[in-house]
């Protein structure tokens, strides 16, 4: 697996994987918080890829009917759902914090375009999985 930061410098996956390890700060994203998170960081992934091969990428709803404020969030419960389908046939019960932490990586790098890394994202994500157990986020309806 390859991760990439916002200016498309190579970073060390095991070195990430250790700044995640430490995520007890702050408090606990609700599953609002990661719907908009991944909404928000997909597009801003796409913008940054679109500047890096010099084309325009714009997201927006289809229909112009559709409330924008909802828009992003609306994406970032799309992609919750892909998330918790690659999560979920991977991990179980018994799956450690490594385990967990480096499948959100990889989930996350298959599914936000270039595979870049957004630290903020995979914080909320991470944090988010760890409080509420992969039992019980795989046993909630997507």
């Known amino acids: 697996m390859f991760l990439f930061n916002e200016q498309h410098e190579q970073l060390n996956v ?6 995640l390890k430490n995520l007890n700060d702050g408090t606990t994203p609700t599953i609002e918080d990661v719907q908009s998170a991944l909404g928000n960081y997909y597009n801003q992934a796409l ?12 997201l927006k709803p289809v229909a112009a009917t559709t409330n924008q404020a909802a828009f992003l969030p609306g994406i970032g419960a799309k992609i919750l759902a892909e998330l918790k389908k690659i999560l979920c046939g ?10 967990i932490i480096q499948a959100v990586l990889s989930a996350l790098a298959s599914i936000i375009p270039g595979g870049v890394f957004i630290k903020a994202l995979a ?20």
Do not use: H, M, P, W
């Not at 913008?47 to 714009?58: D, G, P, S, T, V």
């Not at 991977?90 to 385990?99: A, I």
């Not at 914080?123 to 997507?142: E, H």
């Open 14 to 19: 095991q070195d990430v994987k250790a700044e």
């Open 47 to 58: 913008k940054l890829q679109a500047a890096r091969f010099q084309f325009k990428a714009e």
């Open 90 to 99: 991977l991990l179980d019960g018994t799956s450690t914090e490594d385990q």
């Open 123 to 142: 914080n909320i994500v991470i944090k988010y999985l760890l409080s509420t157990g992969i039992t019980a986020f795989c046993g909630v309806a997507a």
